[in-house]
């Protein structure tokens, strides 16, 4: 149990464009979504934490406006960052928390490589 | 705010041998404490996990022991093999609150 999946698994697109990651629970209730940004070799970084049915909370420094979250139902999260720029080039991993035996359990999705070009 | 610090940042042993990383956290009120092992360009998977109502956890080659009074864990590794090659994260966390992760170990082992 406990399989988080994420997609697209890796995108390019052109600067300016908005690109729409999701985050998908497969096998139990993820009250709780996280996304991450992680740069090479480095750790974890958290860009916003999503409860479902309720707005996101962001990191400091993480634009809310650029890195558009919904968390429709208890097993999707979206990730949307609008007008891509290089710099927002990166490996993004969302990862799931539920209810019950995985209340504090966090399992991850496989990440999403994308390129702005 | 809180934070987990975890050493060492790099950890090279010899196949066979054991290896040993350090997490030490703040929030006194953490008590749940995974481990995550991430290989290049994959996911963290969670690799063994321990309660604050416990000491010391084991699986297999894994083990992991917690100190709550001194705010320490550390994931012991052994029998090394090439394919525990990869980066280590630990992770401090509460129910409710975000999951707190140190800075990670890259591990390697030779053979």
């Known amino acids: 149990g406990a399989v988080v999946s994420q997609h697209p698994s890796w995108v390019i697109c052109k600067s300016g464009t908005s690109v729409k990651i999701e985050c998908r629970s497969l096998d139990f209730q993820a009250t709780t979504m996280f996304w991450y940004r992680q740069f090479p070799k480095q750790s974890l970084m958290l860009m916003a934490t999503?409860?479902?049915?309720?707005?996101?909370?962001?990191e400091q420094g993480v634009e809310k406006d650029k890195f558009l979250i919904n968390h429709a139902s208890l097993t999707l999260s979206t990730l949307t960052v609008t007008s891509a720029h290089p710099e927002d080039s990166s490996f993004y991993i969302c990862?799931?928390?539920?209810?019950?035996?995985?209340?504090?359990?966090?399992?991850f999705g496989p990440g999403t490589r994308l390129t702005v070009t | 705010g809180e934070n987990v610090e975890q050493h060492p940042s790099t950890l090279s042993v010899q196949e066979g041998d054991s290896a040993v990383i350090k997490c030490t956290y703040s929030?006194?009120?953490?008590?749940?404490f995974p481990w995550y092992k991430q290989e290049l360009g994959k996911r963290p998977q969670l690799i063994i996990d321990i309660r604050s109502n416990v000491g010391e956890k084991k699986d297999q080659r894994i083990a992991v022991t917690l100190n709550k009074t001194a705010k320490h864990f550390s994931l012991h590794i052994t029998e090394t093999q090439p394919e525990d090659s990869a980066v280590y994260f630990c992770a401090a966390s509460r129910a409710g609150f975000k999951t707190i992760f140190g800075a990670g170990t890259r591990l390697f082992v030779k053979a």
């Open positions: 929030d006194s009120a953490s008590n749940y």
């Open positions: 999503s409860n479902e049915g309720s707005k996101a909370t962001y």
């Open positions: 990862s799931a928390r539920g209810t019950g035996g995985f209340a504090d359990e966090q399992y």
